[in-house]
């Protein structure tokens, strides 16, 4: 079984990690965990801190306030034994592309003094091996990102920390990447970090919003999901004022979004259909227009982060 490995603590722990760029605070007081199991997906608007985080858990960046620890490791202290259990995909995926597939990952795995087994499982894992005789500018976007993958695996780190990991995927390469995230988040800690959030509907089981250097929610993606609001978007044949839906049940929010068309948001899963329709009625209004939809994590994260 690929992956398989001695019993140990999986673990990331941050406790109120702070860090400055000159007089900026670029993190404030940043505290999470993430056990072994959890695919996290990391998202904030640009410059909101996620960059400065990632590299601080690798170990690239050091910091004086607070404390990092990988498996137990304290990565301030011992930031090559805790790089160990790190396999780290960085958005820009620096790659040697003169090299072939092949020689690269050998040279990568040269450094981490993996087998040619474990190679060829990474190799195989990512779909390379019909690609492995070519050299890397010769590859699409897709298969480059495979390759960067690869090497983030090819030691089998505990940690596995990827940083805008689909970019440049197309449709079936995104459904197999997916894949083998989940796979990987199985018996791993996976940290996602991307601003596509219909990658972490589909690969996270846990989300992190941080915005301006603090974490501002931190929460399974089941309990988002359940906690999404439903909204009705109503037109009327005549024009109201808002002060008459204070009569509908179960209504938090009402945005008029033109003339005679409201946008409602209820705090109830209960289907408020019927409630318009009555509302509706008992005024001697006609609606002319009713629609229904669900909060995404799109809404949830303009919640979150707006200025």
């Not at 996290?40 to 608007?45: D, E, H, I, M």
């Not at 640009?46 to 607070?66: F, H, P």
């Amino acid at each position: 079984m690929y992956f398989c490995q001695k019993s140990i603590d999986m673990s990331v722990v941050v406790k109120n990690v702070s860090k400055f760029y000159d007089n900026q605070k670029a993190l404030d007081t940043v505290s999470f965990q993430i056990k072994k199991g959890e695919v996290v997906g990391f998202l904030g608007p640009n410059g909101a801190g996620k960059s400065t985080l990632m590299k601080i858990l690798t170990g690239s960046i050091i910091v004086v306030d607070g404390e990092v620890e990988i498996n137990a490791i304290d990565v301030l202290k011992n930031p090559i034994e805790a790089q160990k259990n790190i396999g780290y995909l960085p958005e820009s995926n620096p790659l040697y592309k003169e090299m072939y597939v092949r020689e690269y990952l050998q040279f990568i795995g040269d450094i981490h003094k993996s087998s040619k087994k474990e190679i060829f499982i990474a190799i195989e894992k990512v779909g390379l091996l019909p690609e492995v005789h070519k050299k890397i500018y010769q590859l699409s976007k897709g298969y480059q990102q495979r390759v960067g993958l690869a090497a983030a695996i090819l030691h089998n780190p505990h940690v596995l920390i990827l940083d805008e990991p689909t970019t440049g995927l197309d449709p079936n390469q995104l459904i197999e990447i997916r894949e083998l995230i989940r796979e990987i988040g199985k018996e791993k800690i996976v940290l996602f970090s991307t601003h596509i959030l219909q990658e972490v509907e589909a690969v996270c089981d846990r989300v992190l919003v941080i915005k301006k250097g603090c974490i501002v929610a931190d929460e399974k993606l089941a309990v988002l999901k359940e906690q999404q609001a439903q909204i009705i978007v109503v037109a009327f044949d005549f024009l109201i004022e808002k002060r008459f839906f204070e009569a509908i049940p179960n209504l938090s929010h009402v945005n008029n979004i033109f003339d005679t068309t409201w946008e409602l948001t209820f705090d109830t899963k209960e289907d408020m259909r019927s409630m318009v329709f009555d509302f509706a009625n008992n005024n001697g209004l006609k609606i002319v227009q009713l629609n229904t939809k669900n909060k995404n994590l799109e809404s949830l994260f303009r919640e979150l982060t707006v200025l």
